[in-house]
Structures are given as C-alpha cells and as structure tokens.
C-alpha cells in the first residue's frame, strides 16, 4: 500500500512539473515576443525551468526508477493537456497554405 501511494505521487508530481514547464514555456512566448529584449526572456525561462524540473526528478525519483519513470509519465501527460488546452494561436488554420500563382 505504501509503496503505491508513492508511486501515485510521483505520477501527480510529474503532472505538476509538466504543467509548470510547459504553462511557463507557453507564458514566456506571450511574453517574449513583445519584448525589447526576447533572448533574454527565452533563454532566462529556459534555464529556470530546466532547472526546476530537473531537481523536481532528481528528488522525487529518490534513487527509485519506477519512481521516475512514473513522473516521466506524468510530465507527458501534462504536455499533451497543456499542448490541448492552450490551443493553436488565434487565426491559425490547421490547413495548409496557399501558394502564390507563378507562371509556368
């Protein structure tokens, strides 16, 4: 019993990582694309997020790899929600451009 509740937080600790990496990748672009100075943004959230999510593993795992390999699975899983909810950008169609006319 014990060891499945550890399991089972470390599949939620994945979704939570997973949500905070990729909610912050998708806020750091809103962000970053109206700002005077972008490459800082990128690089700044980039490094921060990393960061967080790499100790996030390395202490959940605890030297466990199920353990990580279930927060693995849960920061996928946040991918694909996060990648859903936020959606393509507005005005984006799915179809595939026009091509300009040329002569032949």
């Given amino acids: ?16 990582l997973g949500t905070m990496f990729f909610g912050g990748l998708w806020w750091t672009v809103r962000q970053g694309v109206s700002a005077k100075r972008p490459a800082l943004w990128f690089l700044g959230s980039l ?30 899983i946040a991918h694909f929600t996060v990648t859903r909810l936020t959606g393509p950008p507005v005005g984006h169609h799915n179809s595939p451009a026009k091509e300009a006319g040329h002569a032949s």
């Fill in 47 to 76: 490094l921060l997020r990393t960061g967080i999510v790499l100790a996030g593993f390395y202490f959940v795992a605890g030297g466990h790899w199920e353990r990580l390999l279930l927060c693995l699975l849960g920061f996928v």
């Fill in 1 to 16: 019993m014990n060891e499945s509740v550890s399991l089972m937080d470390a599949l939620i600790a994945g979704v939570l």
